[in-house]
């Protein structure tokens, strides 16, 4: 798969303090397209508007943090926008709750988006990749790791094709839970995916593939 391959053209630091911006949404929505991070926590949710954008985290120390509810998508690209080119790396994003509600990651209906070192905790589902608008391809993850919630990776909607992952790791903390769930995809490359319980009595499903997928 292809991935983000760009030079983001506005580059500003967002902190809580000494900084030009201390909410990532507002330098987003000032025209901003390479965010960078300090180690600290910041407000969510945050909704990616443009191509071409950049959050570069320093670490999982930089979180984005939501008090999630059934319909919280915590970090989400614009997904009714088409868009393109978007790098998301080296950051957490929570849910401060713990109600293992809601989404931690949405990248759905968007093309060459690349993930790298992210870790997702506390969710419904950890990480939503949906095509509904023909749109969701040539998406590459590297070490995404999702910890204490209910489902961690989802495909659905139309055929979604040419995405990858290289490394996973999931935790999944529902008995019904599903870690893979991998809904109407077309040649999705899974690559050194793991998943495991949360305890011995909590076991779910690793993997699920549907027979409307193709070459997985």
């Known amino acids: 798969a292809a991935g983000a391959s760009f030079t983001a053209t506005t580059s500003i630091a967002v902190c809580a303090s000494g900084c030009p911006y201390t909410s990532i949404q507002t330098a987003l929505?000032?025209?901003y397209t390479h965010i960078r991070l300090r180690p600290?926590?910041?407000?969510?949710?945050?909704?990616?508007p443009n191509s071409d954008t950049r959050i570069d985290g320093a670490g999982s120390g930089s979180v984005i943090s939501c008090a999630a509810t059934a319909a919280t998508n915590c970090l989400k690209i614009a997904t009714s926008s088409n868009l393109t080119r978007i790098i998301i790396e080296n950051l957490t994003v929570d849910n401060s709750l713990t109600t293992l509600l809601g989404v931690g990651l949405d990248?759905?209906?968007?093309?060459?988006?690349?993930?790298?070192?992210?870790?997702?905790?506390?969710?419904?589902?950890?990480?939503v990749l949906a095509d509904y608008n023909n749109q969701t391809f040539y998406n590459n993850a590297y070490n995404i790791r999702m910890y204490n919630v209910n489902n961690c990776f989802r495909t659905e909607g139309t055929l979604s094709n040419d995405n990858?992952?290289?490394g996973a790791r999931c935790g999944v903390a529902a008995a019904n839970g599903i870690a893979y769930n991998i809904i109407n995809a077309e040649g999705?490359?899974?690559?050194?995916?793991?998943?495991?319980?949360?305890?011995?009595?909590?076991?779910?499903?690793a993997l699920k593939v549907s027979s409307s997928s193709i070459g997985i």
């Not at 600290?40 to 990616?48: F, K, L, N, P, R």
């Not at 999705?188 to 499903?205: R, W």
């Open 29 to 31: 929505n000032a025209g």
């Open 40 to 48: 600290e926590t910041y407000s969510g949710a945050v909704s990616i």
């Open 107 to 127: 990248t759905s209906n968007t093309s060459n988006v690349t993930l790298r070192n992210v870790n997702i905790t506390d969710f419904g589902t950890g990480w």
């Open 164 to 166: 990858a992952i290289y």
């Open 188 to 205: 999705l490359l899974l690559s050194n995916i793991e998943s495991e319980p949360a305890s011995s009595t909590v076991i779910g499903t």
